[in-house]
């Protein structure tokens, strides 16, 4: 079993938003993103998202200030976001199953190894995997590569991993690497978007492992 953490196991899709408005305010645009524009718009690679967001292609300045920005605001919100509600039990009912579980996320290394210690549930896992630098945490390279290499350093076959995220890009690299995914409609995207990647879609992580277990 392979998570993704933002916006799947970790429910901080409200914080995303609110530091995505702060980072688009930061180079003047007078845009108020809600939960549902976000949902509807968020893609890898991210910049493409505030592309969508901001109604044209931001410059390569004002790109960075947009990370910068997003990930102070970010890390400031971050000590008062919960774990998904389900995410223990979810966690507990795979550790009973004896499999594996392990993380890749597109956030930031450094930070995600101390996110998920600082809630507790680091124990689970074999391996927690995150981008090496911010230009990886926007999705370059691709989910698809990080996942495949992290399952070749676990020596997991990609037949007989599911990957459990939130947002299509989790779909299409679990897709990409020969894996199955299971897609929950709690976090980042709308959905019906994920459905559309024809993967199972479930409301929360406990239904996710249902599906997985009946699919």
């Given amino acids: 079993m392979v998570w993704d953490w933002n916006g799947t196991l970790l429910a901080d899709t409200d914080l995303t938003v609110t ?3 702060a980072a688009l305010g930061a180079i003047g645009l007078d845009v108020v993103v809600t939960k549902t524009d976000w949902r509807r718009h968020t893609t890898r690679p991210i910049r493409l998202t505030y592309n969508a967001l901001a109604g044209r292609d931001l410059t ?11 990930m102070g605001r970010y ?24 499999l594996t579980q392990s993380i890749v996320s597109l956030h930031v290394a450094r930070e995600l190894t101390d996110h998920v210690a600082a ?6 896992f074999a391996a927690v995997d995150g981008a090496p630098d911010q230009a990886g945490a926007g999705g370059t390279p691709s989910k698809a590569a990080m996942l495949g290499a992290h399952l070749k350093h676990l020596g997991l076959e990609p037949a007989a991993v599911v990957m459990v995220g939130d947002m299509a890009d989790d779909a299409l690299a679990a897709q990409a690497v020969g894996a199955r995914a299971v897609l929950v409609a709690t976090g980042d995207t709308a959905p019906e978007r994920l459905a559309a990647t024809g993967s199972p879609v479930a409301p929360n992580l406990l239904a996710a492992l249902d599906a997985w277990a009946t699919a």
Avoid: I, K, M
Avoid at 60 to 70: K, P, T
Avoid at 76 to 97: K, T, Y
């Fill in 19 to 21: 530091s995505a408005n």
């Fill in 75 to 98: 890390l400031e919100g971050f000590p008062q976001v919960p774990l998904a509600a389900e995410a223990p039990a979810a966690l507990e009912r795979v550790r009973r199953l004896g």
């Fill in 60 to 70: 390569d300045a004002e790109w960075l200030v947009v990370q910068d920005v997003w």
């Fill in 119 to 124: 809630r507790g549930v680091a124990g689970y």
